[in-house]
C-alpha cells in the first residue's frame, strides 16, 4: 500500500476554517520564529498544517510535539479522512498560548498507523541571537 504523499506543511501563528473548505493564515514562518523579546517567551498560540494525499479512506495517527528545554508531548488526534481517492486531507494542530524557555527547535512529529512519519520542524530565537548569529570564518 502507498504511504501518505505530502502535499504542504505550514507553520503559522494561527489558522482560521474559513466557509468553502478554505484555510487562513495569520503569521506564517519560513523556517525560524524570531522573537522580539528575550526567553522565557511566550507566544499567543502557533499552528501547524499538514496536507496529505492518503491513498486510503481514514488514518489514525500519533502526533509527538517537542519543544527546546520541556518534555516532549504526545496525544492522539481524530482519525484523518479523505472522502475520495483524488482529493486531500489536512491536519491543523493549533497550541494556544505557548511558553518557549529557550532557543532551539520546535518539531511535531505524526506518525501514521501505516508507520509513514511525518516531521515538520521550525527553529526559534530571540532578535538580539539572529542579530548576533554569523558564518564560521
Not at 17 to 24: H, N
Not at 26 to 39: K, M, Q, R
Amino acid at each position: 500500500m502507498p504511504k501518505p504523499t505530502v502535499l504542504y506543511s505550514i507553520v503559522a501563528d494561527t489558522v482560521r476554517r474559513e466557509v468553502g473548505s478554505k484555510l487562513a493564515f495569520l503569521g506564517v514562518y519560513a523556517g525560524t520564529i524570531i522573537l522580539e523579546s528575550p526567553f522565557p517567551a511566550r507566544l499567543e498560540g502557533l499552528a501547524f498544517v499538514n496536507t496529505f494525499q492518503l491513498h486510503v479512506p481514514s488514518s489514525r495517527v500519533q502526533y509527538r510535539i517537542e519543544l527546546p528545554g520541556r518534555a516532549a508531548e504526545e496525544f492522539e488526534g481524530d482519525p484523518l479522512k479523505q472522502d475520495r481517492p483524488s482529493s486531500s486531507t489536512t491536519s491543523v494542530i493549533q497550541i494556544p498560548n505557548l511558553e518557549l524557555q529557550q532557543k532551539g527547535i520546535i518539531r511535531l512529529t505524526m506518525t501514521f498507523e501505516d508507520g509513514f512519519v511525518h516531521v515538520l520542524e521550525v527553529r526559534v530565537m530571540s532578535k538580539s541571537d539572529f542579530e548576533a548569529e554569523q558564518w564560521p570564518t
